[in-house]
């Protein structure tokens, strides 16, 4: 009769054989590869000259001298520039909106004694299943008076059932007893909010408030629609149009009837704008990768 060897620990704790690390090691590898190239070359082409780029035919792959010429470019022109500004004050403003419409609905719903809990809940979940679609949207900001407004890039999605339910699936963990004793020394809702369940939920909030800032950052559909002032346009239109169109850009300088038309971008300077547009997301991530996982699987699997 063999020996089974006990260890106590999950199978997928356990240490593999020689061949299994070595296989998963290249798959790893393999994986950053895919990942880093393609950050590699496009910083390196928006870092090399003009007639490197044409020399190569393409993206550069080999430096061959640096130079910040083309974000010397697009910088000069206020165009990228301003449309920096704009998406950085759009996900700033809309993420704060966001977050806290989540939160205080996420909160409202997991209390059970919520008036109208049931219907509202409903209705949440319903958003899973129906939308209501571009045209009734579009009729809706025009109707507010949205239509060029910078709330145009906000409010028509500032609100994600996904978001709100894994944020009432982590409240409702939160022991009831810890809230009720919160009660009874005198404290309101909003106090046990601030004070008790947001420390509590640090990591699923700052998940959730970086799904939202990547999703303003990277959105571009809504001001394509709503947006008829290009001085206004976000980052992420400005690449569209720019880097994947290759349309001229407008200049920022004259009105929005009759906008004059800068030379048809190079290499470099898409890569340039592709670079810009990437680097928030690289910076920012670090910072809230510890919350990243555990948040993510904490709001999954609770509730």
């Known amino acids: 009769m063999s020996k089974t060897k006990v260890s106590g620990l999950a199978p997928w ?10 296989g998963k090691g290249g798959a790893l590898a393999l994986i950053v590869l895919a990942v880093l190239l393609p950050l590699y070359t ?10 490197t780029v044409n020399r190569v035919g393409g993206l550069v792959l080999v430096p061959d001298g640096i130079t910040f010429d083309a974000y010397r470019q697009i910088f000069s022109d206020s165009v990228v520039s301003r449309a920096v500004l704009v998406s950085t004050g759009v ?3 809309g993420t704060a909106v966001s977050l806290g419409v989540s939160v205080l609905g996420a909160y409202a719903l997991s209390r059970p004694g919520t008036l109208f809990h049931r219907p509202i809940l409903f209705c949440v979940l319903l958003m899973f299943v129906f939308f209501p679609g571009l045209i009734p949207s579009y009729l809706m900001v025009a109707s507010l008076g949205l239509k060029d407004s910078y709330w145009s890039l906000i409010l028509p999605s500032a609100v994600s059932a996904f978001n709100v ?8 963990n939160i022991p009831r007893e810890l809230l009720d004793s919160a009660r009874i020394d005198g404290a309101g809702e909003f106090r046990i909010l601030w004070r008790i369940v947001l ?42 149009s720019y880097v994947v169109d ?3 850009l407008p200049t920022a300088t004259v009105g929005v009837s009759g906008f004059g038309q800068v030379a048809p971008p190079t290499l470099a300077i898409k890569m340039a704008i592709v670079a810009i ?20 699987i904490i709001g999954a699997i609770k509730g």
């Open 277 to 296: 547009a990437v680097l928030p997301a690289l910076v920012i991530y670090p910072f809230v990768q510890r919350h990243f996982t555990k948040g993510v």
């Open 13 to 22: 704790e356990e240490p593999g054989s020689v061949a299994g690390r070595i």
């Open 42 to 51: 496009i910083v390196l082409t928006s870092l090399s000259s003009a007639d």
């Open 91 to 93: 996900t700033l403003a």
């Open 246 to 248: 290759s349309n001229p």
């Open 165 to 172: 339910v894994v944020l009432r699936a982590f409240f409702m």
């Open 199 to 240: 420390p509590l939920s640090k990591a699923v909030t700052a998940v959730i408030g970086l799904f939202y800032a990547v999703g303003y950052w990277n959105a571009w559909f809504n001001a394509m629609l709503y947006i008829d002032d290009t001085r206004k346009w976000p980052l992420a239109l400005i690449l569209r």
